[in-house]
Every structure is written in C-alpha cells, then in structure tokens.
C-alpha cells in the first residue's frame, strides 16, 4: 500500500511539473509576442510557440498563437508574400484542429488568414477567399455566439467593403458595437486563452461615428 501511495505521488508529482513547465513556456511566448516591434520578432514568437506545441503535442493553444504571430509577419513586413504567410497559418492552424475540434478561435484564425490572402487582389479573389472567410465566421459563430471576435472581425471586413456590396462604416459600426458589448462580459479560459481585439473594436468604432 505504501509502495502504491508513492507511485501515485511521484505520477501527480509529474505531472503538476509538466503543467508549470507548460505555463512557463506560453508565458515567456506570450511576452515575447507582446514586446515585439518587427516583423521578424513576430516570426521569432512564432517559432518559439511552434517549438513549445511540437514538444507538447496534445495542447491545441501553442499552435493557435504560432499560426496568430505568423500572421501578423504577413502585416508588419510590407515586402512579405502573404500567400506563402497564409499557407504557413494554415498548416499550424490545421494541427491545432487536429487536437482541438470545432472551436471558434480557431474559425476566427481561419477568416484572418483568408481574408490575408484575399488582400493580395481584392477584386480578383475576393469570390474564393471572401467566401472562404464568411464561412469560417458563420462556424464561428454557430460555435460560439458571444465570442466578440467574430463581430469585431466581421466588422473590420465589412468597414473596407464598399456600401455596393454590403459594406461600409454604417454596417461595420453596429457590429463593432456588438463586439464591444459581449467583450464587457467575456471571461478567457484561462491567462493563455485569446483576449485580443477590444483595443482594436474601440479604435474602428471611433473611425466610423
């Protein structure tokens, strides 16, 4: 029985010190993904989370912010190809799926990234990409209405289409308003869940009163 006792402890034991190496591994990706400037610290934080998710292999949240960072390069370097970006985001996106089904975060990413790709020639891509990212944001949605990011997302689309096609500030304002409000109530899953796009919903909505 004692015997028994300390194999339990020393499995509980191992386990709580691969929760803290976890945390201490998102922690320090999540601060270098905070503090950095360019484009290529971006690409750093994201290959450091691409190294903590293939070392962890059953948490989908690594993968999440490695795709996230790897997309945010395709922005901040004006000289990147997005489509070589995107289909990065993709591939860490889709091993993030494999781990972690239907979730809405997930389905935000994918509408980023589609709508990245749908930059690089609005006019001649906006039929298969735009399609794309409208129906990541309606699984989105149908996996988590009160995320504010689908409406913060759906807004910032909408706020660069024209009013010809159902866009413009009017429409993009109430959806931003949305965001607001469902973003006073949202709780993150934990200190590593998403928790972005508040600031960013605030600064369109004043752009569009």
């Not at 906006?126 to 149908?142: C, H, N, P, V």
Request: net charge neutral; with cysteine; charged share 25%.
């Amino acid at each position: 029985m004692k015997q028994l006792l300390i194999v339990i402890s020393m499995f509980f034991c191992g386990m709580v010190s691969a929760q803290s190496k976890y945390d201490a591994a998102m922690a320090r990706g999540l601060e270098q993904f905070k503090t950095a400037k360019t484009a290529d610290d971006m690409s750093a934080a994201s290959a450091f989370f691409e190294r903590v998710a293939d070392a962890e292999k059953d948490k989908w949240l690594p993968y999440y912010y490695a795709a996230y960072t790897n997309h945010l390069v395709g922005w901040m370097n004006p000289k990147a190809d997005k489509d070589k970006v995107a289909e990065k985001s993709k591939d860490l996106i889709a091993k993030a799926e494999v781990i972690e089904h239907n979730n809405s975060e997930i389905f935000c990413l994918r509408q980023m990234v589609a709508i990245q790709q749908m930059t690089v020639d609005p006019m001649a891509r906006w039929q298969t990409y735009g399609s794309e990212g409208t129906r990541a944001l309606e699984s989105t949605t149908k996996a988590d209405p009160n995320n504010p990011r689908i409406y913060f997302l759906n807004g910032q689309t909408l706020m660069n289409t024209p009013e010809a096609f159902g866009g413009g500030k009017a429409v993009a304002k109430k959806l931003f308003e949305k965001s607001l409000e469902l973003y006073k109530i949202f709780q993150p899953a934990s200190p590593f869940h998403p928790n972005w796009g508040k600031e960013e919903a605030e600064k369109l909505l004043a752009q569009c009163q």
